[in-house]
């Protein structure tokens, strides 16, 4: 039985700017570690290039207090845009969903940057839970970067 796409967003003003928020995730994702520790426990390079489309990532992070891995690869980098998507390709997630893509993009709008974030999943069985957890663990994890920028 085939399912249909579904998909969650979180729109998030970020007052310590969207170019650095951008360029953290794109260029320098290890760093989240360093960051936010409580919810990224390690983020490495199995492929490519940090910031480039192809390239692979395996992360180690925490939800809702378990520790889960991931393996995900980079797709539509686009500088200009402010704008990244992570393609998940194995880990504990793909346990739940049949695919799993988090967008992010970072706009302006009267002087103010907001981060949005867009998780695309289709669901294996139609009882298994739509991942609310994750967005409220972007949104965690976005505001934990903006206080880490201004402590």
Not at 74 to 99: A, C, R, T, W
Not at 125 to 131: G, L, M, Q, T
Request: hydrophobic share 35%; proline share 4%; net charge negative.
């Amino acid at each position: 039985m085939a399912f249909l796409p579904n998909k969650l967003v979180a729109h998030v003003a970020f007052k310590a700017g969207g170019d650095v928020y951008h360029r953290l995730f794109t260029n320098n994702p290890p760093h989240l570690t360093k960051v936010t520790p409580s919810k990224f426990q390690s983020c490495e390079l199995h492929e490519g290039t940090f910031g480039t489309n192809g390239s692979i990532l395996q992360w180690t992070y925490t939800v809702d207090g378990e520790v889960q891995t991931c393996k995900q690869i980079i797709q539509n980098v686009d500088e200009e845009k402010k704008q990244f998507s992570y393609k998940f390709i194995e880990g504990d997630l793909l346990e739940l969903y049949k695919d799993f893509v988090v967008t992010c993009h970072v706009e302006t709008r009267d002087g103010v940057d907001y981060i949005t974030w867009t998780i695309d999943y289709e669901l294996l069985k139609a009882d298994n839970p739509h991942p609310i957890n994750i967005l409220k663990f972007v949104i965690g994890f976005t505001k934990d970067i903006e206080t880490h920028m201004f402590g």
